[in-house]
């Protein structure tokens, strides 16, 4: 057996730079990871361009952008929940209740207003406290009273459901002022606003969580809570802050979507079910459900590829009535794929 | 095992010439192994020299990339961490995966035999001398109780090889020394065991052989008595190091003077606690002084600890650092009024295992390292972090790589340094060297010294493990959540500190000064 030791032993240096070079490999897949989903945007824009000629036009690239502006800033406050290990399923609500209950003050009796008649920006300024409250409501139920997120966003979105259409009887709410409006229908030059606003919300909310203290205790909190709560960060003012601005995010995409189409009906959110896309744009986009992983380029990518996904299924001569099956189909593909590129298991 | 004396069977397990390579890591370089009936094998190596590799391979858990693996009988492990299923009972678990079944009516099959198995549980746990009501769900047992549970798992399925991998780790003496008796008696009944663990005394008590792996190879192979602790020691860590590593050697003294004027003052606290409840306690630590706390786990010292680094709240009582009270169970408040904390378990608390070595290290520090906005640059924390890296000779790709990925010891490295980056007034640990290499033993005891003697900090060091107590200037025992001596003098006579932590005999106070028998 003494023959083991006349081999040459490894000295701890020479461990550090075996190690090194190992690391370098996992900076160059982690920085692989995050560019991941750029080819397979490529090659939908190429299927695109093929399967209608409307496709590859300045007009269908700016309503995309418009269409899944929205969508991402949603993304982003679902992102912010999840890599803090949480996750908050009613943001759908809030994406339909919040504008909801700001056109429902702004707008005329004869538009199924209250008849309030506040200013539309003041609304815009209810429009955000509703989605702080919901969020507060939900984070103080979950980090203080230690509830179950799940449950907790799943009743909370009943609620708004149920809030959202019997404010207004079931009614659609139109005649919305343009202030109102602005943010979702206006273009400067071919660029749509809401395009621009959810672009900034990426790149403000992307550098925050990588260069402001307060975006790594996310990633500690979401990393191993104990370990940041041992570390003297404030664990739960960080995760009830999480879920207000999640929430508010959410909010501003319900104001966008209600610009957008110009109106608020008593399903917006629920309807098209967003929030499902919402967790496959941030899933597919790399975000972890268990919390701690992830970032804004992943996401936002993973939104993109959404979009792409979508507006090629409304172009292509897919039936109205299968849409909805292709779309989930295409959904749960991107998935397994976004699993293989991206190695790690979620 | 050309050296262990008269080998009386074939061996149950035999590994010849094994490999195995993670990445660019050659974890094992061709290791060659025997386990043989009636025999206990002790395996010892430091952190990362290949040890939880080889158990993965014989446990079959990863192939070998090359070598061959001979099992002539069943093999089971009994893992560090318990693998028990807690929501399942005590005869669940001990039948997982292979239940006595029975037919029911209308040509039902493979049904659970729910009376049968809990009569054949309840007849292994007898068999064991550990008579415990097997439909008790598991999470409602003692560490030491999953523990046994494990084993008898193992047995009952008909192993005749079993791998302990650190099963000592989290007992107590008295759950130790029973395991030990059971160990024993298994071996004398035939089963080969192979016996992995940071304690080489432990090793000394149970085995007949014991093999030494380091760099992923067997370096030394022996019987237990033809080698002594110290050639141990030597060929775990390799050529050109001390033997004597496990000693401590202060090169700074302590702050000069006696400094009277207490850093920390526990006045007559209360505490519930499932890690153990205070009664009454009372204790204060000086400026630079270093206290140790020991005794039983439950008796109390980490609790202590803990309610002192405000992880844990207290019922009554007082906790003050510098003359001002903490308030109870806020963590974050200890550690800006000064209180710098090495918890119990690093992987639970003491970093996070996704972010870097320099994020780690500077957790507790953000504050002072951001700008006045709150900005953080990724330069400036690596900055902060490098020196006490350096000091703590934490091993890395860089200050980037994921704590998650470095061995234990130098997980432990970076839990220490996010305590002592901040300049703490007074430095909690709890069990620092757990699970921790010889020679990253002796590092972090000698930093921990060196740390307090030069900043004028204060330790509380709660341990059961009594060689960390070499560093103290004072060792408080507890005894069921009660102060029952103390001895105030070292070097402390390691016999009298363990019938104190009994609650056999205080004897210690009186023989102050007395060199010990």
Sequence with gaps: ?346 | MSDASTPAASPVVEAAGVYKRFGSTQALRGIDLALRPGRCLGLVGRNGAGKSTLVSILSGIYPADAGELRMHGRLATVHQHSMVVPSLTVAENIFLGRQPQRSGPAGWRSLVDWRAMREQAAQVMADWGYPIDVRLPCSSLTVEQRQIVEIARALAAGARCLLLDEPTAALERDAIRRLFDRVKQLVANGVAVMYISHHLEEVFEICQDVAVIRDGEIVLATSTTEVTKEQLVSAMVGGGEPAEVTRVTLRSGPVDGPVDTPCLEVDHVYAASARGSLNDVSLTVRPGERVGVTGLLSAGPATLARVVAGAEGFAAGQVRLDGTPLAPGRPDLAMRAGVGYIPEDRQAEGFVSLLGVAENSTMTVTDWLAGKAGWLRPSTVGRAAEPLSRRLSVVSAGPRQPVGELSGGNQQKVTVARAIIRKPRLIVAITPTRGVDVASKSLLLTELAEVTAESGAGLLLATDELSDLAICDRVIVLVRGEVFTEFTSPPFDREAVIAATEGISRGAVQEDGRDPA
């Design chain 1, 1 to 346: 057996m003494n023959r083991a030791s006349e081999r040459l032993a490894v000295s701890d240096p020479a461990i550090a730079a075996i190690m090194a070079g190992r690391s370098r490999s996992a900076a160059a897949v982690s920085w692989l990871r995050e560019a991941a989903l750029l080819p397979v945007i490529v090659v939908l824009i190429i299927v695109g361009t093929f399967v209608n000629s409307a496709f590859f036009a300045v007009s269908n690239f700016t309503g995309i952008g418009q269409q899944i502006a929205a969508l991402g800033v949603t993304v982003v406050g679902e992102s912010l929940i999840l890599l803090i290990g949480g996750m908050d399923l009613s943001l759908e609500g809030t994406y339909g209740l919040a504008p909801m209950v700001a056109a429902w003050l702004i707008v005329p009796v004869t538009a199924f207003g209250s008849g309030a008649r506040i200013n539309p920006l003041l609304g815009i300024v209810v429009l955000l406290a509703v989605g702080a409250c919901v969020g507060a409501i939900n984070g103080l139920m979950i980090v203080k009273a230690r509830l179950n997120g799940f449950i907790v966003t799943l009743g909370m979105t009943i609620v708004l459901a149920g809030l959202q259409l019997g404010i207004v009887g079931g009614n659609t709410l139109f005649n919305l002022p343009s202030e109102f409006t602005y943010l979702g229908a206006a273009s400067i030059g071919v660029v749509p606003v809401s395009f621009l606003m959810a672009v900034l919300i990426f790149v403000v909310v992307g550098l925050f969580l990588r260069y402001h203290r307060i975006g790594r205790a996310i990633y500690a909190v979401g990393g191993n809570q104990e370990a940041a709560r041992a570390a003297g960060i404030k664990v739960d003012r960080i995760r009830i802050g999480v879920y207000v601005a999640g929430s508010v995010l959410a909010a501003l995409g319900g104001l966008m979507e209600a610009g957008r189409v110009s109106a608020v009906t008593g399903q917006q959110g629920y309807q098209e079910g967003i929030i499902f896309s919402v967790f496959a744009a941030a899933v597919i986009g790399g975000v972890s459900l268990k919390g701690g992983r992830g970032n804004m380029v992943g996401a936002a990518s993973g939104v993109v590829l959404l979009g792409l996904v979508q507006n090629i299924l409304d172009l292509s001569q897919v039936s109205n009535y299968w849409i909805e099956a292709v779309t989930g189909g295409v959904i749960l593909v991107a998935l397994v794929l976004a699993r293989i590129v991206g190695g790690a298991a979620e």
